[in-house]
């Protein structure tokens, strides 16, 4: 009789104990795979990214975000603080002033800082970035926290330079484009040409084009990107007026020459966007026209005159 009594109660314990598991087995879990962040990105109207020289701020536009007055790339913003307020973090590896130093999260030494603000300017959080533990790690803290966990960022993430946060495509053209007239009275290189379509057929100079090549290249102006900001401009090289869903628009070609004469750095400019930016070279001579460029060819594979 005993034996059976100690077994029953010995059952109740069991079960208490199974009902004890599934009620805080969430509350496990969050203590593994605590939160490293509590950022709100929907809170977010600017941030600052820091080392120890340098900084650079990202603002949340009317309409899109802006770093330093340009268009900032909101898909690369909107995708880091995602992933910023997901963060997660394992025990903290170490949690001392002298450990802070080593690891580079400290307040007088560390790799990046940054902190994010609402519109009302008050501080959402900040946080240290230092060395990587591994790749795709970095080692971070929480400002106000002794704590130093290894968190999945990398300090590359977080560039330092306008450029690094520009919307590369804002120069392009959006919309259908009807007609280009590209004109240069550049010394050895003069340019007055007109690639326009009528009916759905793409003509230069009045002629029929190779309708192929000629939808590739107006397609460049869809798809235009650029380096960066430009500091200088250089001397202009072309002038393209394109016609876009009925209306002009303007984009202009500068450059500098080396001493050879031959041009090495190219910039670009609209009236679409305010600023002038670097633009790759390759990209540059694509979009000027030459005398053959766009010209339907013969049996042979030459140019048509």
């Given at each position: 009789m005993n034996n059976k009594i100690e077994w029953l109660i010995g059952l109740v314990l069991l079960q208490?104990?199974?009902?004890?598991?599934?009620?805080?087995s969430g509350s496990f879990q969050k203590e593994e795979n605590p939160r490293f962040s509590s950022l709100n990105e929907s809170l977010v109207a600017f941030f600052e990214i820091a080392d120890q020289d340098s900084s650079v701020k990202i603002e949340r536009g009317e309409t899109q975000w802006q770093v330093d007055g340009y268009l900032a790339d909101a898909d690369k913003i909107n995708s880091t603080l995602k992933k910023i307020s997901e963060l997660n973090a394992q025990w903290p590896i170490a949690d001392t002033v002298t450990s802070a130093e080593r690891f580079e999260v400290g307040e007088d030494s560390f790799q990046r800082k940054l902190s994010f603000y609402d519109q009302e300017e008050s501080l959402l959080e900040e946080f240290y970035l230092g060395t990587s533990p591994s790749y795709q790690r970095v080692h971070a803290r929480q400002a106000g926290s002794s704590s130093i966990y290894s968190v999945k960022l990398s300090n590359y993430e977080f560039g330092l330079k306008r450029d690094d946060w520009l919307d590369k495509a804002l120069a392009s053209v959006s919309g259908d484009i009807s007609r280009i007239h590209i004109t240069s009275s550049r010394e050895g290189f003069a340019i007055d040409k007109t690639l326009s379509q009528d009916d759905g057929v793409w003509k230069i100079q009045g002629e029929l084009a190779d309708q192929a090549a000629a939808k590739i290249y107006v397609e460049r102006f869809n798809n235009l990107r650029v380096l960066g900001i430009a500091d200088e401009s250089g001397d202009k090289v072309a002038d393209l007026e394109l016609t876009v869903n009925g209306k002009k628009q303007l984009?202009?070609?500068?450059?500098?020459?080396?001493?050879?004469?031959?041009?090495?750095?190219y910039f670009v400019e609209s009236d679409d966007v305010p600023g002038i930016f670097r633009l790759a070279t390759y990209i540059a001579e694509q979009i000027l026209l030459t005398d053959t460029d766009l010209l339907p060819s013969d049996p042979e594979g030459e140019p048509t005159e």
């Open positions: 208490l104990l199974l009902v004890i598991l599934v009620l805080f984009i202009s070609l500068f450059g500098i020459e080396d001493e050879e004469g031959a041009i090495e750095d």
